[in-house]
């Protein structure tokens, strides 16, 4: 939008949320700030929920705590869940097929690791599975990843033997060069698979109906919320999804720039409670005079 066009003020009724890099800091915490914020949105009637890549096993405490929060969208929008009691309300898996023909195509790439979202967890194979460093990836990131991983022995077969249906397959790389290479390779042979990225070092691969975009207008449909009373936040292209297809997409300050271009409003940083500035801009309507952001 041009800056000099009237802007109409968004109705917002829902918000989804992406974690790493959004809601999360650099220490992989919600501050004091950020929680306040999201209780008040919630007590002012707004659904507010996580919108990330991690499986329900993954989901934070500090923001799952947060008074009201009830649903949430894991896998790259691939499950949506009602925590109140632990129903699935929406999914889109990988067929146990088409994961497994992927994952044949996946293990033979040196210099990275395959994993597989399934039931709300991340399984390894347990003879073939190794941790994979890359010089981004933060200390707080590297040790959720060493404790959320479940070691399976013969992975492939059980998926075969029992016909998994997957949320997501997941791939980390120890050299983004490589990982580039590999991305464009599995979209190429997979236009049944959506393949995008979060981090430098990482590729996720979940059903082309699938996405966080997706998964918010079907939760949407469900709730009685339009597309136009959706805002969103993120900074990864695994995020680009919802960025296009919500009614007010917003980018982190420190998003890569593609990101940033499809946003309708450029917060700040995940280090200076960007989401929570954001809200507290467009949905609790509050007036900030010493930043303002940048609008698109």
């Known amino acids: 939008m041009n800056q000099t066009e009237e802007r109409t ?13 959004t809601v999360f800091n650099n220490q992989k915490e919600i501050t004091a700030h950020t929680r306040q914020v999201l209780a008040e949105a919630i007590r002012q009637g707004v659904v507010v929920l996580p919108a990330t890549g991690r499986p329900q096993e993954g989901l934070p405490g500090q923001f ?4 009201g929060v009830r649903y949430a969208l894991t896998s790259n929008g691939a499950r949506i869940l009602d925590l109140t009691d632990g129903s699935v309300v929406y999914e889109q898996p990988v067929s146990w097929d088409v994961a497994l023909e992927a994952i044949g195509e996946m293990e033979q790439y040196e210099g990275c690791c395959w994993e597989v979202y399934h039931d709300g967890k991340i399984y390894v194979d347990k003879d073939t599975y190794h941790f994979i460093r890359h010089p981004d ?13 479940i070691f399976y022995p013969d992975l492939k077969e059980t998926i075969r033997r029992e016909q998994w249906k997957m949320e997501k397959l997941h791939m980390m790389f ?3 060069t490589n990982r580039d290479e590999k991305l464009l ?9 959506s393949v995008s990225c979060a981090t430098s070092f990482n590729m996720e691969i979940v059903s082309a109906k699938a996405g966080k975009g997706n998964g918010l207008l079907e939760l949407g449909k469900l709730l009685g919320i339009s597309r136009h009373q959706i ?3 993120g900074d990864a292209p695994n995020d ?3 960025l296009k297809k919500v009614g007010f997409p917003v980018a982190m300050g420190n998003a890569d720039e593609e990101t940033k271009k499809l946003a309708a409003y450029v917060t700040r940083t995940n280090e200076e409670d960007g989401v929570a500035w954001a809200i507290e801009k467009f949905v609790l309507k509050q007036e900030k005079n010493v930043y303002e952001g940048k609008s698109i």
């Not at 390779?185 to 698979?193: A, K, S, T």
Request: net charge negative; hydrophobic share 45%.
């Open 64 to 67: 799952l705590s947060i008074p």
């Open 231 to 233: 805002m969103a936040c």
């Open 185 to 193: 390779v599995l979209r190429e042979h997979f236009p049944e698979l």
């Open 137 to 149: 990836m933060a200390p707080a990131l590297w040790d959720y990843i060493r404790r959320s991983r």
């Open 9 to 21: 003020e968004p109705d917002i009724r829902m918000i989804g949320l992406d974690l790493d890099g």
């Open 174 to 176: 120890s050299d983004t």
């Open 240 to 242: 680009w999804d919802m």
